[in-house]
Protein backbone atom coordinates (compact mmCIF):
# COMPACT_ATOMS: atom_id res chain seq x y z
CA UNK A 1 0.00 0.00 0.00
CA UNK A 2 1.08 3.74 -0.84
CA UNK A 3 1.65 5.98 2.36
CA UNK A 4 -1.07 8.36 2.43
CA UNK A 5 0.36 12.23 1.09
CA UNK A 6 -3.06 13.99 1.10
CA UNK A 7 -2.72 15.03 -2.74
CA UNK A 8 -5.14 13.39 -4.82
CA UNK A 9 -4.16 11.52 -7.88
CA UNK A 10 -2.27 13.59 -10.33
CA UNK A 11 -1.83 16.75 -7.82
CA UNK A 12 1.67 17.81 -8.29
CA UNK A 13 2.48 15.83 -12.01
CA UNK A 14 2.64 17.92 -15.10
CA UNK A 15 -0.20 16.92 -17.46
CA UNK A 16 2.76 15.23 -19.46
CA UNK A 17 3.81 12.89 -16.60
CA UNK A 18 -0.28 12.45 -15.84
CA UNK A 19 -0.58 11.74 -19.31
CA UNK A 20 2.87 8.83 -18.88
CA UNK A 21 1.26 7.40 -16.00
CA UNK A 22 -2.32 6.60 -17.30
CA UNK A 23 -0.68 5.51 -20.86
CA UNK A 24 1.56 2.98 -18.75
CA UNK A 25 -1.60 1.84 -16.75
CA UNK A 26 -3.60 0.98 -19.82
CA UNK A 27 -0.88 -0.42 -21.50
CA UNK A 28 -0.25 -2.96 -18.47
CA UNK A 29 -3.87 -3.46 -17.99
CA UNK A 30 -4.36 -4.06 -22.07
CA UNK A 31 -1.23 -5.86 -22.02
CA UNK A 32 -2.82 -9.56 -21.45
CA UNK A 33 -5.49 -9.24 -23.66
CA UNK A 34 -3.76 -8.27 -26.58
CA UNK A 35 -1.55 -11.49 -25.46
CA UNK A 36 -4.42 -13.50 -25.37
CA UNK A 37 -6.14 -12.10 -28.86
CA UNK A 38 -3.07 -12.64 -30.37
CA UNK A 39 -2.75 -16.27 -29.25
CA UNK A 40 -6.19 -17.10 -30.96
CA UNK A 41 -5.38 -15.30 -33.94
CA UNK A 42 -2.26 -17.50 -34.32
CA UNK A 43 -4.15 -20.58 -33.51
CA UNK A 44 -7.16 -19.92 -36.02
CA UNK A 45 -5.01 -19.45 -38.94
CA UNK A 46 -2.62 -22.38 -37.86
CA UNK A 47 -5.65 -24.36 -37.73
CA UNK A 48 -6.73 -23.35 -41.25
CA UNK A 49 -3.07 -23.95 -42.54
CA UNK A 50 -3.03 -27.21 -41.25
CA UNK A 51 -5.22 -29.22 -43.03
CA UNK A 52 -3.18 -28.21 -46.38
CA UNK A 53 -0.11 -30.21 -44.64
CA UNK A 54 -2.28 -33.80 -44.70
CA UNK A 55 -0.85 -34.20 -48.64
CA UNK A 56 2.93 -33.89 -47.27
CA UNK A 57 2.23 -37.70 -46.76
CA UNK A 58 0.87 -38.52 -50.17
CA UNK A 59 4.95 -37.34 -51.70
CA UNK A 60 6.58 -40.59 -51.42
CA UNK A 61 3.95 -42.32 -53.36
CA UNK A 62 3.49 -39.67 -55.60
CA UNK A 63 7.17 -39.98 -56.45
CA UNK A 64 6.85 -43.41 -56.83
CA UNK A 65 4.47 -43.24 -59.24
CA UNK A 66 5.98 -40.43 -61.40
CA UNK A 67 9.63 -40.98 -61.32
CA UNK A 68 10.35 -41.03 -64.50
CA UNK A 69 9.34 -37.94 -64.97
CA UNK A 70 11.71 -34.19 -64.28
CA UNK A 71 11.18 -33.07 -61.06
CA UNK A 72 8.67 -30.25 -61.05
CA UNK A 73 9.54 -26.50 -61.40
CA UNK A 74 6.66 -25.12 -59.57
CA UNK A 75 5.72 -26.18 -56.44
CA UNK A 76 2.82 -28.09 -55.00
CA UNK A 77 -0.65 -27.08 -54.52
CA UNK A 78 -0.51 -27.11 -50.83
CA UNK A 79 2.46 -24.54 -50.53
CA UNK A 80 -0.18 -22.22 -52.24
CA UNK A 81 -2.74 -23.19 -50.37
CA UNK A 82 -1.13 -23.20 -46.95
CA UNK A 83 0.30 -19.59 -47.37
CA UNK A 84 -3.09 -17.85 -48.78
CA UNK A 85 -4.63 -17.39 -44.99
CA UNK A 86 -0.90 -16.11 -43.50
CA UNK A 87 -1.13 -13.77 -46.40
CA UNK A 88 -4.59 -12.88 -45.64
CA UNK A 89 -3.63 -12.59 -41.98
CA UNK A 90 -0.73 -9.83 -43.17
CA UNK A 91 -3.19 -8.18 -45.17
CA UNK A 92 -5.79 -7.66 -42.70
CA UNK A 93 -3.18 -6.69 -39.98
CA UNK A 94 -1.58 -4.13 -42.73
CA UNK A 95 -3.86 -0.99 -41.94
CA UNK A 96 -5.37 -2.27 -38.48
CA UNK A 97 -2.37 -2.54 -36.25
CA UNK A 98 1.19 -1.41 -35.81
CA UNK A 99 3.89 -2.95 -38.00
CA UNK A 100 5.66 -4.62 -35.57
CA UNK A 101 2.33 -6.16 -33.76
CA UNK A 102 1.40 -7.64 -37.21
CA UNK A 103 4.92 -8.73 -37.68
CA UNK A 104 4.66 -10.68 -34.61
CA UNK A 105 1.14 -12.14 -35.32
CA UNK A 106 2.53 -13.38 -39.00
CA UNK A 107 5.33 -14.44 -37.30
CA UNK A 108 3.62 -16.59 -34.68
CA UNK A 109 1.39 -18.24 -37.77
CA UNK A 110 4.34 -19.07 -40.19
CA UNK A 111 5.92 -20.58 -36.72
CA UNK A 112 3.00 -22.65 -36.09
CA UNK A 113 2.45 -23.56 -39.64
CA UNK A 114 6.19 -24.66 -40.00
CA UNK A 115 5.81 -26.53 -36.62
CA UNK A 116 3.25 -28.57 -37.88
CA UNK A 117 4.88 -29.11 -41.26
CA UNK A 118 7.85 -30.32 -39.59
CA UNK A 119 5.52 -32.76 -37.52
CA UNK A 120 3.77 -34.11 -41.15
CA UNK A 121 7.59 -34.55 -42.87
CA UNK A 122 8.95 -36.32 -39.98
CA UNK A 123 6.11 -38.50 -39.57
CA UNK A 124 6.50 -39.96 -43.68
CA UNK A 125 10.26 -40.05 -42.65
CA UNK A 126 10.07 -42.33 -39.94
CA UNK A 127 7.02 -44.35 -41.81
CA UNK A 128 9.62 -45.15 -45.17
CA UNK A 129 12.42 -46.38 -41.98
Known sequence: RLPQTGRTAGEGQSPGE????????AISTLQPVVQELEGGIVKQVAEVVTPEFSTV??????YRFVTNKPVPTNPSDYVQASLRPIAGLRDALADTVAADVA????RGAV???AEEFSSQASQ????TR
Not at 18 to 25: F, M
Not at 103 to 106: E, I, K, N, R, S
Not at 124 to 127: D, K
Open 57 to 62: RGILPL
Open 124 to 127: LLES
Open 18 to 25: LVRALLAE
Open 103 to 106: AGWV
Open 111 to 113: DAA
